[in-house]
């Protein structure tokens, strides 16, 4: 079932569902590049891997109690050790790494890294945190690596992150969402293209080589599949949760209307 909106789905914007989309784009934009790279190139898929202090891990195995917590078990196993004579310790908390995929463009025969393409996550729009602090670190190693940089960013919340200088996106005008091209052939050049909510999601290009033509990937052609494999027609929740973040109130009647036309608002 495809998304009620024309383009981008502002519903799917929350962190709690922006995470799965994120992967999902991520898989089906290297399906979709692969098919239409010329000889000599390949999509792949690597992760930057960062620490968030403040996600801790679940514990793969929990022992709970008759009123189900574990703080009884918990209090007659540090009696018994004390018993014993063990000595206590403080533990550290325990804080998995995490993942977030990108795509990269690499030559066949000497495996070059030509081009990567990210698409923006919430963490890499949370100032002053490790996800942005990762996600910059890497747009510099392209930067310094002379790698082409396809940036998609469907999130309108959030300090800017997208390579071009901030002054020059918004002398584009007013815009939600936008897609950012840096290219390496010559003098370094940004590239945008902008993204009004009520737009559909545009074709996107994939810098190769110097010389070579970019190819181009349908982005809303993409964005559907991943809408519709992720099942977020029924994880969106249109009718009981608000848009994250709000909407202006030219876009929220904008977006009622569409919802109650398809029967998803009543």
């Not at 502002?10 to 989309?21: A, D, I, M, V, Y």
């Not at 996800?131 to 790698?147: I, N």
């Not at 977020?232 to 009647?253: I, M």
Request: with cysteine; glycine share 10%.
């Amino acid at each position: 079932m495809p998304s009620p909106f024309p383009g981008m789905d502002p519903w799917l914007e929350r962190t709690g569902l922006f995470s799965g989309l994120h992967n999902g784009l991520i898989i089906y934009l290297q399906a979709a590049i692969n098919k239409v790279l010329p000889a000599g190139y390949v999509a792949g898929n690597d992760n930057r891997v960062y620490v968030d202090p403040e996600l801790h891990r679940v514990p793969d195995i929990g022992v709970f109690g008759p009123n189900g917590s574990g703080d009884g078990v918990e209090s007659v196993a540090v009696a018994t050790f004390a018993r014993a004579g063990l000595l206590a310790f403080a533990a550290d908390p325990v804080i998995d790494a995490v993942e977030e995929p990108y795509l990269e463009i690499r030559t066949v025969d000497d495996e070059r890294l030509v081009t990567a393409i990210e698409v923006v996550s919430p963490a890499n729009k949370k100032a002053g945190e490790s996800g942005r602090t990762s996600y910059q670190q890497k747009q510099g190693e392209f930067r310094l690596g002379r790698v082409n940089l396809v940036e998609i960013d469907l999130i309108r919340g959030g300090p800017h992150t997208t390579a071009v200088p901030e002054t020059r996106l918004r002398a584009a005008g007013t815009f939600d969402y936008h897609v950012c091209y840096t290219l390496t052939a010559g003098p370094r050049q940004y590239f945008v293209a902008p993204i009004k909510l009520a737009d559909r999601l545009p074709s996107i290009f994939i810098p190769l080589d110097s010389g070579v033509t970019p190819v181009t990937v349908d982005l809303q052609a993409v964005f559907d599949r991943a809408y519709d494999e992720g099942g977020y027609a029924n994880r969106a929740k249109y009718d009981s949760r608000a848009c994250e973040p709000p909407l202006t109130p030219e876009q929220r009647a904008w977006a009622e209307g569409i919802l109650r036309a398809k029967g998803l608002l009543t």
